[in-house]
């Protein structure tokens, strides 16, 4: 950042942009929306996964609507109440990153540093207890088309997850380090976004896939 | 107007009113596959 506002050495005096103290880095970048750049395209991402979820939820309904086909497939047994809890669980951690968020936001730095870790220990455990219900489930993705679709969508919100507990490790880390402060805190809160749109569409993936 | 894409807070709140319409879809399933 220093090395920026520094004029470059070999730069002529005088020549071009002006006297001392002035940017002499790349010009700062285009704007032209009323939204901040990391926000529009965090918008435009969660929009963009609205669209992918979507195109998986069109190939669930047409296997049991336009298809006809049993849910679940003859044999396929999913762990309804088990996954339940996992749900539970998710939609927590979002109820603690808003602390942390929160807390940040009144200068509160251990909450932030509480908030965080809760968050990532409840994501954590949403994963594991994910992985361990494909690994005790008892099908395969290839066995039919009602469980590569059951594979297919709730590894593609795992998937998310995984990303997701990437954003808050990061965060946790930083928060452990110094960083954020009241004035300063976009890099919690727009992951939090992220966070929070994996955990609605958990919602409406567990509603369709274990109770519909 | 709530934009779940604005704020984090606007997002959370959008979970919250999320959860509230998904317990009642889930409470309403369950009853009815109870009752039929």
């Known amino acids: 950042m220093e090395a920026a506002s520094i004029a470059h050495p070999s730069a002529p005096a005088g020549h071009g942009h002006g006297g001392a103290g002035e940017h002499h ?19 435009l991402f969660i929009i963009s996964e609205v669209m992918i979820f979507g195109a998986f939820f069109t190939a669930y309904f047409f296997i049991r609507i336009a298809e006809g086909e049993p849910w679940p497939a003859p044999g396929m047994h999913l762990p309804v ?25 009144n200068g509160n730095r251990f909450g932030l540093k509480a908030g965080m870790f ?26 039919h088309a009602q469980q590569t679709i059951f594979y297919s969508l709730t590894g593609l919100h795992g998937a998310h997850v995984f990303i997701g507990l990437c954003l808050l490790s990061f965060i946790t880390i ?17 992951p939090g976004i992220y966070w929070h749109f994996v955990d609605i569409m958990w919602l409406v993936v567990y509603t369709t896939v274990y109770i519909l | 107007m709530l934009n779940p894409l604005r704020s984090e807070d606007e997002a959370f709140r959008f979970l919250v009113r999320a959860i509230a319409v998904f317990v009642v879809i ?4 369950l009853i009815l596959r109870a009752v039929v």
Request: no cysteine; aromatic share 8%; proline share 8%.
């Open chain 1, 81 to 105: 109440p088990v996954a339940g809890v996992n749900a539970a669980i998710l939609i927590s951690s979002s109820f603690t990153l808003h602390w942390a968020e929160k807390s940040i936001k």
């Open chain 1, 118 to 143: 809760t968050t990532l220990l409840l994501g954590i455990t949403f994963e594991f207890i994910q992985i361990n219900e494909y690994a005790n489930i008892g099908f395969a993705p290839q066995d």
């Open chain 1, 25 to 43: 880095g790349p010009p700062p970048a285009n704007k032209s929306s009323r939204v901040e750049a990391p926000l529009l395209g965090m918008m």
């Open chain 1, 174 to 190: 930083r928060a452990f380090r110094g960083h954020y402060s009241p004035e300063s805190n976009r890099g919690v809160e727009i």
């Open chain 2, 26 to 29: 889930i409470a309403l399933i």
